[in-house]
Structures are given as structure tokens and as C-alpha cells.
């Protein structure tokens, strides 16, 4: 029987781990649910509706107006509540264009690991 974390995202088999992909690591699993807390709508989960930062609501706001320290907040409050493991250290947040790229520096404390991400947001 395989062992590991979680299913890995894109869900993928292979001869290994059977019917799904496991992520391995603690870092490799710590990565996939900051992905997935950033990439998630709140409401999109059906047992959290209140998971996820949500950040697609910002792509219709005229561009210019997008407020930066609104999204960096709900990140921050988002990884709090649910990856609290993890420290972010700095965010970078750039909106153009129906795109919101959000660069994030932290660290996966129980391993003492510095990590950084870039995750797209868009229409």
C-alpha cells in the first residue's frame, strides 16, 4: 500500500501509488494546500464554505482600484485559520488585466524550510 499525505493535485495514478498520486512530504503537502487555500473561492468547498481566500472577486474590480492589503489580508487570515504551520514572510500581490499574481514568501515551520510561490488568479 503506498503511503503519503494526501492525493497530489492534478489528480494523476500511477504504478506506485495506485488510483492517486500521494504527495510525499510534509513540504510538498504543506505546498499543495497554500495552493489550494490561495486557488480556492470561499464557498467552492461544500464541507468549508468558508475555506479558501476567495480572490477572484477582485478581478472585476476596475483596474487600478484593486486594493493589495485587502487581498494580503484575506491570504493571511486564510492560512491562519487552516495551514497555521505555515509562516508567510512577505506578499507580493500584481493586478493587471483580468490576472492576479500573488508572490509568496514563507516558511514551512515544522521543518524549518524557507519557500517561495508564485500563484495566478483569473477569469
Do not use: C, H, W
Amino acid at each position: 500500500m503506498a503511503r503519503g499525505y494526501q492525493p497530489a493535485i492534478p489528480l494523476n495514478t500511477n504504478s506506485v501509488d495506485g488510483p492517486f498520486v500521494l504527495t510525499k512530504t510534509f513540504n510538498e503537502n504543506a505546498k499543495q494546500n497554500l495552493k489550494m487555500i490561495i486557488l480556492t473561492e470561499k464557498g467552492e468547498k461544500l464541507t468549508d464554505i468558508d475555506f479558501g481566500a476567495g480572490l477572484r472577486k477582485y478581478l472585476f474590480e476596475p483596474e487600478g482600484t484593486i486594493n493589495e492589503e485587502d487581498i494580503k489580508e484575506d491570504i493571511l487570515e486564510q492560512v491562519s485559520m487552516y495551514a497555521s504551520y505555515i509562516e508567510i514572510t512577505n506578499i507580493d500581490v500584481i493586478a493587471k488585466e483580468q490576472v492576479i499574481a500573488v508572490k509568496i514568501d514563507y516558511n514551512i515551520e515544522p521543518t524549518n524550510t524557507k519557500e517561495q510561490d508564485i500563484f495566478e488568479v483569473t477569469t
